[in-house]
């Protein structure tokens, strides 16, 4: 469920730090899906990179995910606030990985395969002030939902 | 398909490390230079072109240093292909001897860093992965937590990687670190991104490395005859886009730098004696030498740590240090690895000579491009 970030007040000047890349109303990923061979990638490509078919259709991914590896990363470039925990996604439904960082338990918790579900993350706010939003993933294994 | 050799008519480096700030790029590019022209008893006035390899050296960092080294007015070629980059001059100076339109030329691999990167390198910001949050570190810890998981490997395993390069370069001195570690220091190093700390994690460096290279004639110009290394080809892939939730260290990007490297040079895999590896962190060189097929997969780890690709092991791995050990001034790692090939295959390694190399692979890999399985990966196959 999403999180208090996305409420409504917020959400009408909010929007995503990257054109094409998620939607926020509902949150959802934005990737494609290749017509030919239904290969789904993220971000959205103009081409299928497993079959080179040009047909592909926009779709919004599966926001549920599992964690098929991960690292807490402890020193990075002094503009980087450590530590944060940076993992590879897998989304099953949608046979899509793509790297996010994860959220919802210390990083000694993390584990491979847990369960996460997509959220929204703060990426600060652009020239006319309007809340730039990212994504990122918050572990679903006990949470209430 | 074959192109000719380029023979190599000589080497030189400056010792890797962090030096202060009146060791500039163009003075560590000119020593370097001067050092492999003297190995090969040329004088500038031989060369027809110089080839240089950098990332941070900033616009014609090439032409800076023609200027200060006297081949100014001669054709420059800056080549950036990141951590790639030296081999990557080193390739497109056989292209051009293989072509004919050179003799004889001039290939630099240099980087200042110490001076303008801190806490590691990342991807370009533009990238999707930059925004993510994504450094060099964290993909290859992501790397070796899902290798443990997969084939069994160890932690203890993974940092055997270090301990074995740090013990290679106690013999070279041009390595920037030349004495040894053991496995608790490695384990107990601080925590970068986990599962690595900071021991397997190639450290940020300054320093040049230069390769002179030759076709028959120009040996001929220089005096030399035709009995030394030579550099049979240079494989050039880029990552590919990656489809599917398939093996995290597959390699296929690895496996295709091999593939074109065995077709340049007529090479094969099972005649390679010895290996420079791009060991930007440890289990780089574990997982990109079983993508090469040099080492069975899932047994990379258990062969650093049982000596397999220790001087006097099956396979030798880095002799000279490696990244982790030599140092790792990224534009300049590629000529580096030359360097070291060419004195192997010579015979002249002293303390960390392979006995009997023959036949020789320099792998680079260079950069990470949001949602391939890398940026540009070199493959430089050598014989005696």
């Given at each position: 469920m999403p999180p208090a970030e996305t409420s409504s007040s917020t959400a009408t000047r909010a929007r995503p730090f990257r054109d094409g890349l998620l939607t926020l109303q509902p949150l959802r990923l934005l990737g494609s899906r290749c017509t030919a061979c239904d290969c789904a990638v993220?971000?959205?490509?103009?081409?299928?990179?497993?079959?080179?078919?040009?047909?592909?259709?926009?779709?919004?991914?599966?926001?549920?995910?599992?964690?098929?590896?991960?690292?807490?990363?402890?020193?990075?470039?002094?503009?980087?606030?450590?530590?944060?925990?940076?993992?590879?996604?897998?989304?099953?439904?949608?046979r899509v990985r793509l790297m996010a960082q994860v959220v919802g338990v210390p990083p000694e918790e993390v584990t491979l395969d847990m369960p996460v579900e997509l959220e929204p993350a703060p990426f600060g706010v652009d020239d006319t002030g309007s809340e730039l939003v990212g994504f990122r993933f918050r572990t679903s294994a006990g949470v209430s939902s | 398909m074959s192109l000719a050799p380029a023979h190599v008519a000589g080497v030189g480096m400056t010792r890797f490390g962090k030096y202060p700030?009146?060791?500039?790029?163009?003075?560590?590019?000119?020593?370097?230079?001067?050092?492999?022209?003297?190995d090969a008893g040329a004088e500038l006035s031989a060369v027809d072109g110089l080839y240089v390899g950098h990332v941070f050296g900033g616009p014609v960092a090439g032409?800076?240093?023609?200027?200060?080294?006297?081949?100014?007015?001669?054709?420059?070629?800056?080549?950036?292909?990141?951590?790639?980059?030296?081999?990557?001059?080193?390739?497109?100076?056989?292209i051009a001897l293989s072509a004919g339109l050179h003799d004889v030329v001039l290939v630099i691999g240099v980087?200042?860093?110490?001076?303008?990167?801190?806490?590691?390198?990342?991807?370009?910001?533009?990238?999707?992965?930059?925004?993510?949050?994504?450094?060099?570190?964290?993909?290859?810890?992501?790397?070796?937590?899902?290798?443990?998981?997969?084939?069994?490997?160890?932690?203890?395993?993974?940092?055997?990687?270090?301990?074995?390069?740090?013990?290679?370069?106690?013999?070279?001195?041009?390595?920037?670190?030349?004495k040894p570690i053991t496995l608790a220091q490695v384990l107990d190093a601080r925590p970068?991104?986990?599962?690595?700390?900071?021991?397997?994690?190639?450290?940020?460096?300054?320093?040049?490395?230069?390769?002179l290279l030759c076709t028959r004639s120009g040996l001929r110009r220089l005096g030399l005859d035709a009995t030394g290394p030579r550099v049979r080809g240079v494989g050039l892939v880029s990552g590919s886009v990656q489809t599917g939730l398939n093996d995290l260290n597959a390699e296929d990007v690895s496996h295709r730098a091999g593939q074109e490297a065995w077709r340049l040079s007529e090479v094969g895999p099972d005649?390679?004696?010895?290996?420079?590896?791009?060991d930007c962190f440890t289990i780089a060189e574990i997982v990109r030498m079983e993508g090469l097929g040099l080492v069975?997969?899932?047994?990379?780890?258990?062969?650093?740590?049982?000596?397999?690709?220790?001087?006097?092991?099956?396979?030798?791995?880095?002799?000279?240090?490696?990244?982790?050990?030599?140092?790792?001034?990224?534009?300049?790692?590629?000529?580096?690895?030359?360097?070291?090939?060419t004195w192997q295959l010579r015979g002249a390694a002293g303390g960390r000579q392979v006995d009997g190399a023959r036949a020789a692979l320099a792998y680079c890999k260079g950069g990470t491009v949001n949602g391939t399985d890398g940026g540009s990966v070199t493959t430089v196959v050598m014989t005696a």
């Amino acid at each position: 469920m999403p999180p208090a970030e996305t409420s409504s007040s917020t959400a009408t000047r909010a929007r995503p730090f990257r054109d094409g890349l998620l939607t926020l109303q509902p949150l959802r990923l934005l990737g494609s899906r290749c017509t030919a061979c239904d290969c789904a990638v993220f971000p959205a490509r103009t081409f299928c990179p497993a079959c080179r078919a040009a047909t592909v259709d926009p779709v919004e991914l599966s926001p549920v995910g599992r964690v098929h590896s991960f690292t807490v990363v402890r020193q990075a470039p002094p503009d980087v606030e450590v530590p944060y925990t940076l993992a590879w996604i897998d989304l099953p439904t949608d046979r899509v990985r793509l790297m996010a960082q994860v959220v919802g338990v210390p990083p000694e918790e993390v584990t491979l395969d847990m369960p996460v579900e997509l959220e929204p993350a703060p990426f600060g706010v652009d020239d006319t002030g309007s809340e730039l939003v990212g994504f990122r993933f918050r572990t679903s294994a006990g949470v209430s939902s | 398909m074959s192109l000719a050799p380029a023979h190599v008519a000589g080497v030189g480096m400056t010792r890797f490390g962090k030096y202060p700030a009146d060791v500039t790029l163009e003075s560590m590019a000119v020593t370097a230079a001067r050092s492999a022209l003297a190995d090969a008893g040329a004088e500038l006035s031989a060369v027809d072109g110089l080839y240089v390899g950098h990332v941070f050296g900033g616009p014609v960092a090439g032409q800076r240093i023609a200027a200060r080294l006297g081949l100014d007015g001669r054709p420059v070629s800056n080549l950036e292909n990141y951590c790639a980059s030296g081999a990557t001059a080193i390739r497109e100076a056989w292209i051009a001897l293989s072509a004919g339109l050179h003799d004889v030329v001039l290939v630099i691999g240099v980087e200042k860093m110490t001076d303008r990167i801190a806490g590691g390198v990342r991807p370009d910001p533009g990238d999707l992965d930059a925004a993510i949050g994504y450094v060099m570190a964290a993909g290859h810890a992501m790397s070796a937590r899902r290798y443990m998981a997969d084939h069994g490997a160890t932690r203890d395993q993974i940092a055997a990687v270090a301990v074995k390069n740090h013990a290679h370069s106690v013999h070279n001195p041009f390595a920037q670190y030349q004495k040894p570690i053991t496995l608790a220091q490695v384990l107990d190093a601080r925590p970068i991104a986990e599962p690595l700390g900071l021991l397997d994690c190639s450290p940020i460096s300054d320093g040049a490395a230069a390769v002179l290279l030759c076709t028959r004639s120009g040996l001929r110009r220089l005096g030399l005859d035709a009995t030394g290394p030579r550099v049979r080809g240079v494989g050039l892939v880029s990552g590919s886009v990656q489809t599917g939730l398939n093996d995290l260290n597959a390699e296929d990007v690895s496996h295709r730098a091999g593939q074109e490297a065995w077709r340049l040079s007529e090479v094969g895999p099972d005649d390679i004696d010895v290996v420079e590896m791009h060991d930007c962190f440890t289990i780089a060189e574990i997982v990109r030498m079983e993508g090469l097929g040099l080492v069975p997969r899932g047994r990379g780890a258990a062969w650093a740590a049982d000596g397999e690709t220790a001087l006097g092991g099956r396979l030798p791995v880095n002799p000279s240090g490696g990244l982790l050990s030599r140092g790792h001034p990224v534009g300049a790692t590629g000529a580096a690895q030359v360097c070291e090939l060419t004195w192997q295959l010579r015979g002249a390694a002293g303390g960390r000579q392979v006995d009997g190399a023959r036949a020789a692979l320099a792998y680079c890999k260079g950069g990470t491009v949001n949602g391939t399985d890398g940026g540009s990966v070199t493959t430089v196959v050598m014989t005696a």
